[in-house]
């Protein structure tokens, strides 16, 4: 299994302002993912990130509103940018283990006011 | 392409009585399944995965999960739940193998109470 540290654990912005969410791993991992989950609502695949490579964005999700960064095999940033009370949201950063089941972070509870 | 189907938005279940959290999935070609549980305030944690061969998995926290291929169900069982079995249960699904379209694909979830 993989060890995920997301930070900062919860946030409140102010609206028009951008937050830069922060995920580590224990081991080195090929891909990693950002997800959102809105209040009340299942986990929706907000893009995937290699390391080396531009992000894969999910249809909806955009790369001037979610730009990530990939440095390298252990880290990853997902930065919600011009925020909006409409992305108040809990953000995920994940890993799969053996192509098989996949890992979260704590998540990032995000308020936008 | 694949989809996965919780039946019950939210499931109250008195405390050491047992429970059944519904999946149902959709694939034309074979799955991996997975049941993943959300405590308050928390990130998600595997409960249990069917990859292949026994039908009946056992997961964490007593919890067992029964693959039926021919009525492409994925249910969550437990004998007996405790207060602290209260969270949101997701049922999740994806393809074998590595690429862009194996994915996983998770379900509305399930929250469950349990009531003392």
């Known amino acids: 299994s993989a060890v995920i540290s997301q930070k900062p654990s919860r946030d409140i912005c102010q609206r028009g302002t951008s937050l830069t969410i922060q995920c580590q791993v224990d081991s080195q991992v090929t891909m990693m993912f950002w997800y959102r989950q809105q209040p009340g609502q299942s986990l929706t695949l907000i893009a995937t990130?290699?390391?080396?490579?531009?992000?894969?964005?999910e249809s909806g999700f955009v790369i001037d509103k979610f730009p990530i960064s990939r440095p390298n095999l252990t880290f990853s940033t997902l930065t919600v940018s011009n925020m909006s009370p409409e992305d108040s949201s809990i953000y995920l950063c994940?890993?799969?283990?053996?192509?098989?089941?996949?890992?979260f972070g704590q998540g990032t509870r995000l308020t936008v006011v | 392409a694949q989809s996965v189907t919780q039946l019950d938005s939210q499931v109250p279940v008195f405390e050491e009585a047992p429970v059944e959290l519904r999946c149902n999935y959709s694939s034309s070609v074979s799955v991996y399944l997975f049941w993943y549980v959300q405590y308050p305030n928390q990130g998600l944690q595997l409960l249990l995965k069917?990859?292949?061969?026994?039908?009946l998995v056992k997961g964490i926290n007593g919890f067992e999960a029964e693959f039926n291929k021919s009525q492409t169900s994925f249910h969550l069982r437990k004998p007996s739940v405790h207060i602290s079995d209260t969270a949101e249960y997701f049922c999740a699904v994806r393809l074998p193998g590595y690429s862009s379209a194996s994915k996983i694909i998770f379900g509305s979830g399930t929250r469950l109470s349990i009531r003392p």
């Open positions: 069917y990859l292949s061969g026994s039908t």
């Open positions: 994940s890993v799969e283990g053996g192509f098989t089941e996949a890992f």
């Open positions: 990130a290699n390391q080396g490579s531009e992000a894969t964005y």
